[in-house]
Structure formats: C-alpha cells, structure tokens
C-alpha cells in the first residue's frame, strides 16, 4: 500500500497554535498549484511499481482551492500513478470555507472524505485559538457535508486553557450527536515560536495545563467507547469502517510520497522532505530541481521508528516482527526495558505484541522513548 499526500501551504489567517508551513498571502497559488503538478510527473518512477491506495490534501488549508486547482491535482496523479480501485481521496477543510456550494462542488470531485478542522464548538476557544470560523459555521457544515460525504472526520482540541470538563463533555457530544464517524484530538501544544507561546509569555493567555489535558483525554476515552468509536491510534478514534486509511498507513510504516513545499515523504528506508520556502520551491520545480533533502535510517532508526508509531496504535508493537526485522538482540533489548512498565501496569503482552494500556495511553510517547535504542550493542 502506498500513499501520496499534498501540502497546500496557504491560510487565510494564522491559529495561534499552528507551527506548520503556510502563507496567508495567495500571489503565487497558481505558480505553486503547477509546481505541485510538476513535482508528480518528476517523481512518478518511484512509484512505478506500486499502486496508490490514498491521496491526502493536507496543509495549511486546502479547501481554499477552488475545484479547477483540486481537478488539475488529481488529473496528474491519473497520468502518472496506478490508482486502486477505490482510493481514499481526503481532503482537509476549515468550515468558513465549507458553504453549502462549496460542498457540493467538493462533492462533484473524487474527493471522497473531508476531515474538517473544527477544533471546539465554543466561540471562546475559536477565538482563543484565532481560528477564521465561528460554532455556527462549524455545525451548520458539519450537517450539509454528511450529506454528501458519508465518511467525515473532524478534528477537537482538549486542554484548551479557560476549557472545563463538562465543556469538553459537551464538544464530544455535539461531535456525537452530528453523527460525525471519525473523530482526531488532539492536546494543545504550545510550540516555539508560535503566537500561542508569545501571548503565553506575556500573560495574555494562561498557561497550558497538562493535568488539565489527561482530565480531558480520560473523558475522551470515555465517551469514545460508550458511543461505539474505536481508539485505533493515540489521537484517532474511528466507527467500524471508518478507520483513516491514510493515518493507518502511516502509523503502520506504509511508503508515502510527500508533494510540495515542506511535504515528507518514507519509502521504508528512507526519510526526505522538500523546503519549507514556497517561493524557492517554485523556482527549483520550474527549473528542473527536486528540493529535498534526504537521509537513509539506520537500523536503529527503524527500531527506534517502529517501536514509537506501534505503541501508538491498537497494533501495538511485534516482538515477532521486531525479532524478523532487526534480530534476536533488539528483542531482547525491547523485553529486558519494557519490564518496569509491564510491571506497573503501564504495557502489556497479548500473544506476541506489546502495546500500552489505559494507564499508560497519555504517557505512550514518553514510554517509547525509554524503550528506544541507543547503541547499535543492546548491551552497551
């Protein structure tokens, strides 16, 4: 399985939390559309034996394309790339871009599942959060888009500072009782050099609160469970059937190809990504150049890799596979550091596979860490 995903890096205007790459300022979206577009025909011999299984548009705000840009997209994947018969085609959106035309449009394409980035249902959040929508437009959207895209995903944010509990409880109800099949949330993070870390620093916004945030995600597993969701990985909770074929991929270790200006990409061995300067993308694209750096993962890299995404996931961690993949030392490495966590009830082994329990899901990403490699001898 393979998988391809598009950066669009343009914003109408920037969250307070956001460190990922855009612009608000759309000049050159025409020039970076093409780019795009280039950038597939140049890589299509590294999938040339492989076929696309998803398309994921992510970003910034893809949905501020208009339908002729999202058509062109997908019309060179056609050209270049073997599709499977029933691709995943996602693209992510921001309900202040979702009117009822614009899904229905959006609904005209091979789009076939919108992940809309909703994050609360409360204005004070939205506005905490600078987001460009309002409560309204978010479940006014919601309502018309499962109409047209049975398979909807929309992302909420916990541990939002001023955000009791029973505000969190009603966000996930309202998520509930829309009917939206798939939910993402994540924990508010302040990243450096973000405006969310400077209105922090100048006390104009209080300070995120961890214990705040493990509150949060317990009621999240909570409700999850009761209303039939599955907590396929540590952020993503999916009704049966409606798993990200997308996020599965990755958390799994599935090739993906990264197209555009601070776009990833992983072919099992190695790791590039493109420059995160759209202007310099363009211009290296228009003359013939790949702007991408890359590096080859070490075996312990891949340990390391597989070890951290599969603790994240209900697929948990293969001794098996660990054993098959990196040899017989790794998994005693992994047995040997993973006993004190056994122990206190944080992992547990079923059959063959590692993974965490409910006492140490908040805390899966730290424990990982301690059961990483260092050395290429376990024994050093």
Known sequence: MSGIYIHIPFCKQACHYCDFHFSTNFKHKKDLID???????????????????????????P???????????????????QLSSTPEITLEANPDDLSDKKIATLASTRINRL????????EADLQLMNRAHNAQEAKACIKNAIGHF???????IYGIPGMGEEQWRENLYMAIDLGVPHISSYALTVEENTALESL???????EVDDELAQKHFQILLDLMQLHGYQNYEFSNFGKPGFFSQNNTAYWTG???????????????????????????YIKAIQSGQLPMETEVLTTVDRYNEYV??????????????????????????????????????????????????RKGKFLSDGI?????????????
């Open 63 to 81: 949905s501020i394309l208009e339908t002729g840009e999202i058509q062109q997209i997908l019309q060179t994947i056609d050209q270049c790339y």
């Open 150 to 156: 049975p398979n909807i995903s929309i992302d909420l």
């Open 115 to 122: 992940s809309i980035g909703v994050q609360s249902f409360f």
């Open 308 to 357: 951290m995404t599969g603790l994240r996931t209900i697929y948990g961690v293969s001794l098996d596979k660990v054993e098959k993949d990196f040899g017989g030392s790794f998994k005693s490495y992994l047995l040997e550091q993973s006993e004190g966590f056994l122990r206190d009830h944080y992992l547990y082994l079923d059959g063959d596979r590692l993974l965490v329990t």
């Open 200 to 206: 922090i620093k100048k006390g104009l916004i209080q």
């Open 254 to 280: 599935k090739s993906y190809m990264g197209i555009g200006p601070s776009a990833h990409s992983f072919d099992g061995q190695r790791r590039g990504w493109n420059i995160n300067n759209n202007i310099k």
């Open 35 to 61: 780019a795009i577009c280039e950038e597939l025909r140049f890589r299509e011999s590294e999938y040339k034996n492989k076929e696309v299984q998803t398309i994921y548009f992510g970003g910034g705000t």
């Open 368 to 380: 990982a860490s301690e059961l990483f490699m260092l050395n290429l001898n376990p024994e050093n």
